[in-house]
């Protein structure tokens, strides 16, 4: 069954990719015998997948690495969640449906809508991410407090001799039942705002909430339960894009505001000898207290994965024994991982189930949780103990000597902070330089990373982009490039990461200001969007892409299995969208 489920997405996202490519370059539709290969090939797709639903085990299609480009079905999933977690997490969500079903009518105030059911709608969102909770407790915990939440907002529905269903939880198999453009419409607003929930809740942690962008939580969820045209989800689902733009300014104030505003810098690859702890996932405030309960204890601090842009933040690398990076994507864990020496803490998503060769010093905080690991709850201040993370490290010892690693293509140290404040900074010496023919070209070459073959093209694409041109980057994608060294142009460097995924909103930042002053619109500008996705994070940055109206983005390294033909087509026919081929064929098609 996997096999034939690989066939027939291999064939119709080959099929998909000359369409896509017709539609670009301007011309007729392909030829009759493609479209219907296509129509009788997508048939046969939706068929199994309706057949796979009656017989699965769990189902879940909301990653780029999802089983045979259509959906995880069995015990366990290509993350590593388990079934029975899996099937929490939808219930989970079904249970959120019915909390913002129970909110209709209600007010702000103690007896209505309070602080603690936005966030607790925020943390659920934020727990169905992937990688992010493994712990089927820990989110059966969270339905519990949902439907407490919901018994207050509503306490006679429970007990009702006569209940209405208004504010029934919602039952995940009608979406995933649905027919196949409603699915495919109802999958992009609720992974949206999945991935929206994580940077609203980073943002929420620093002590930063938006009215709007709670309520819009509220409103989305309700739509995914309810019955609506394709024309009024299709709506909604550029409305997830523009509130989540709301929603990475947001972040982007908290983090400068409560850490300065991030500066380019230069940081090491190498692991100090001594005690150490790697800290990963995407939490500045965790990384800050971490800090600073471990200054003056001997204890050095490393970054990984999606962490490595907290070296820019003055707040941040204050502290002299945040000495480095170690590693490089949230994929290669387990790899990176093994037998090291040191304390691991995972702030959020990405986790890679742990080996046992490492699993004892593996600390989860937040919503992140694995089974058999320590956990490090919040305080009611707000605090954290990081005790028990400081006292694996010393009693592991760390390295007895300095150890050298390297990047993915061998360099020794990487360079981070180019944020939107840093580069506009210099705006004069960029606009001058392609007025001048300096520069001919910008690409943004941004997004995810992953385990899945075929992300080395992102590495060859970079690569191979011309001497005159720039690379701006951003998320974890970056890892398979970021340690080249692609030299300058006039003082500035070729290739700059702008920091973590939620920094895409520095990168539309950069875009806009360029299209002003050379009063163009950025579909007009010499800049190329050249996307890897893998998560929901993603999801939401290309909704975000597709609001503001940007155009012939190339993504990859597969399009979404939750795409429906038709959506496809719409995206394809209306933003020029296309998957990604080689690089050197999507460098000849971007340059002109």
Known sequence: LFDFKHTIYFYYNKMSRKYARHIRRGEKEPAHKDLMGRKILTGMKIKKRREMIMEQQMFCYQCEQTAGCSGCVGNIGVCGKSADVANLQDKLTGALIGLVRATEGKTTGEQGLRAETFRMITEGLFATITNVSFDAEAIQNMIDKVEKEKNRLSPGCSACGTPCGKTNDYTLDNLWQAEEDIRSLKSLILFGIRGMAAY?????MLGYTDEEINLFFC??????GYEETKEELLHTVLRVGEINLKCMALLDRANTESYGTPEPVTVPLCVEKGPFIVVTGHDLKDLKMLLEQTEGKGVNIYTHGEML????????????????NYGTAWQNQQKEFDGLPGALLFTTNCLMPPKDSYRDRVFTTEVVAFPGCVHIEEMPDGSKDFSPVIEKALALGGFAETMEFTGINGGKEVTTGFSHAAILSHADTVVE??????IRHFFLVAGCDGAKPGRNYYTEFVKQTPEDSIVLTLACGKFRFNDLALGEIGGLPRLMDMGQCNDAYGAIRVAVSLAEAFGCTVNELPLSFVLSWYEQKAVCILLT???????????????PAFLSPNILQFLVENYGIAPITTPAEDLRELLG
């Open 200 to 204: 609203a809740y980073h943002a929420l």
């Open 219 to 224: 409103e989305a969820l309700y739509k995914i």
């Open 309 to 324: 842009p907290a070296h820019a933040y003055p707040e941040l690398k204050k502290y002299k024994h945040l000495k480095g």
């Open 433 to 438: 330089a392609v007025r001048e023919g300096k």
């Open 545 to 559: 892409l597709l609001h503001l109206g940007i155009k012939n983005i190339r993504l990859g390294p597969s399009l």
